[in-house]
Each structure stands twice: as C-alpha cells, then as structure tokens.
C-alpha cells in the first residue's frame, strides 16, 4: 500500500529467506502452526491507519452507550446463556477489508467483529521473527496507542489475570491441542504464564473448579475462554455433556465472558450507521429483495470461520432459509487487490484488537493481524496452489 515500501521489500525477498522466516517461526513450537503463513506483512500508511481507527471509535461508541445491553439481549441465544456476565467484555476483534471505493480510493470496510480473543500473543512473537528476518522501515509498528513489546504483554497479561495468580488463571478450550490456533495458546502460555486447559479436564466440586497439574488440584479463579459454542455443539456427547459446566452458577471470573461472544458479532452489524460498514439487514426485517442481490452476501449470526456464508446470492437461498432471524444479508465490499507480489496482487483484511481494562471508560487498540488472499474470500479454501497469501500483520506507520 506504499509503493516505495512494497517494491524494496519484494526486491529483497528470496525464497530462501522466507524458509528461513518459517523455520524460526515454527521453533518456539514445532510443528504447532498449521496455517499457511503469508510471504509478507502488510505496510499501511497514516492516513488509512486513521481511517480504520475512526471507523473502531465509531463501533465503540455504540458499544459503549448506555442501552447496548437491551439492544443486543436477543443476540444470546437462550439454551447458551452463562450466568455471572461482567460490565463489558476484555477484548473486541475488528475485522476491515482494504477496499475500492466508487471514487477509486482505497478505505477500510467492516467484515465482521467478535467480543472474543484472538491471535493476541502468537502475534507477538510473529513480529519478533519477520523483524529477525526481514527489514521492516524505521517508524513502523504492528502496536498501536503508543504501545510495544513489553508494554503490550503488561497489558495483556493484566487483563487475562487479574488480581489471581498465573496458575489460578487458566486458558479453556475444547480440545486445545487439536485446534488449528494452538500456536496461540502455546504463546499465550509463554509470554503470560497461564496454564492450557481443555474443557474435558475440569474437575467440578460444588461451584468450584480445579484442574490437575503434576498430581496437584489447583482451584481456577478466572477463566480466559477461547471455548466457541458452535464448535462444542458440533463435538460427541460426552463432550457437549461436559461443557453444561460452563453454564451453571460457578465461583470463577470470565475473560471475556461468553455472553459477550454473541453481544459483539455479527447481530451487531445492522445497529451500526457509518460509511466504512457495509449495509446491513436482519433477513427476517428484510422489506423487499434487492434489485442487485448479487452485491449481497447472506451469512448466518450464529456461526464463525466463515462457514455457511452464501457468497452468490439468489432469491431461492432466502427463500430457503428456515430461521431468517438467525441470518443477516450483507452489501458486499469491493476488495482492492493493492498488495503487490511477484505473480497476481493480493487482497487483504487487517484485524484490529482493542484491549478493555477491567473497569475502564472505553477498550483501546493495541495491535493486529492481517490475512491476504487472491480468492473470492479470505480462507485457505479460496486460496488453494496461491502464494503470498495466508496469516499475516500489518505494520503502521507511527
């Protein structure tokens, strides 16, 4: 996105060392990282960085009014309600494609957004080795509010622990070790010290729980929850039995609590008026189909990964869908394809991660991560046989 930037780092890029750049990578944990790691960072200049921002401040502000609990009560869905929900959630992730306008001027557009954790520590240690590897210019970084390395892990690590000790603190996930994010909990565990549960591990007694470690039964006081409930629906029985847990009354504190995976979502999208977020409508308060429904795209609330999103598509798909008021209809972004690489250019998203202090007026940003394709999607099923394209992050300019 900076053509001075772009050219001199594809002049100095070798296939060499970008097997360099994975090997070290993939050190800290072998064989843990198990998407396809783009060749490149993503440089953003000024003026777009400020864009994305305002377009974050913006969400947050409705996020942060005083009825943004009442508007999004029908966002939970009732059989998966937890109890003992907090003020506001500890994280939000905002997702922006790098976009045409109709004027042909780049801008940030608004994909999605979760109150829920994402690659928050891995891409800690994804900047530490591109910065190794590669030449990133002097005024550039992937922290935002004035953040860095060591600033930011402080930060991090306040959030997920609180006021307990790192081994009363725990990381829930279903099966964590199988998990194609994993390399991020491993990080989580380096740079924060809290231990890797998997939900099947907990030991209940009464309202309290405990976890195993060397033989030793140690009580958990929070939670930090990377547990998705669509994934645990799709696990065996014993698994889905197991996770009733989550959803009784338990003497634990929740980071972010679950609740807030459904209040800052998808169903947030159609409350929110600004020109960097693509219209968007509830299907069941749809009036009338769209002349040009080809500009739309239909996804379900209640899903992540993108699954079930309808890219193409036609007025039977509407008609076909069952629970309309579990499904939204969406104005498609026109993707610039403004990274250069040595054979097509690629498209990019860049995730924004804004960081809430228990207790504070509003969450700030603190740091990214980017995704580039050259497919219909960002994915690695849009992006089969390609280069440059996969997992990466942005560096800003300061």
Known sequence: MIPGIRKRYNQSFSSEKYVAFLQELQSRHTGA???????????????????????CEAIVDVITAPGFKSLTEKAIPEN?????????THFIAFDFGICENAAGELEPQLIEMQGFPTLFAYQIWHDEVIRHQFAIPE????????????????????????????????LLEILPHQQKTKIDFYCTTDYIGIPVVCLTELIQEGRNL???????????????NRIIFDDLRQQEAVIREKGKILQEELNVEWVPH????????????????????????????????????????LKPLFSFAGQGVVIDVTTKDLQQVKDPENWILQRKVNYAAVIETPDEPAKAELRIFYFWKEGAVRPVPANNLARLSKGKMIGV??????????????????
């Open 381 to 398: 099923r849009y992006n089969q046989d390609k280069t440059w394209v996969g997992g990466s992050l942005a560096y800003f300019e300061q």
């Open 210 to 224: 405990f976890y195993l470690k060397h033989g030793r039964k140690i009580q958990i006081k929070r939670i930090y």
């Open 80 to 88: 998966e309600y937890v109890p003992a929900e907090n003020a506001h």
């Open 139 to 170: 005024g550039f970084s992937t922290y935002l509010s004035g953040y860095d390395r060591n600033t930011y892990i402080d930060l991090l690590k306040e959030i997920i622990t609180g006021n307990h000790q790192t081994e009363e603190v725990v």
């Open 258 to 297: 679950p609740n807030w995976f459904y209040r800052i979502s998808k169903f947030t999208l159609p409350f929110i008026k600004h020109p960097y977020v693509p219209e968007t409508v509830f299907l069941n308060e749809l009036k009338t189909i769209p002349a040009d429904l080809e500009n739309y795209v």
């Open 33 to 55: 990282i198990e998407f396809r790691v783009a060749e490149t960072p993503v440089f953003v200049g000024r003026d777009f960085k400020e864009k994305i921002l305002s377009a």
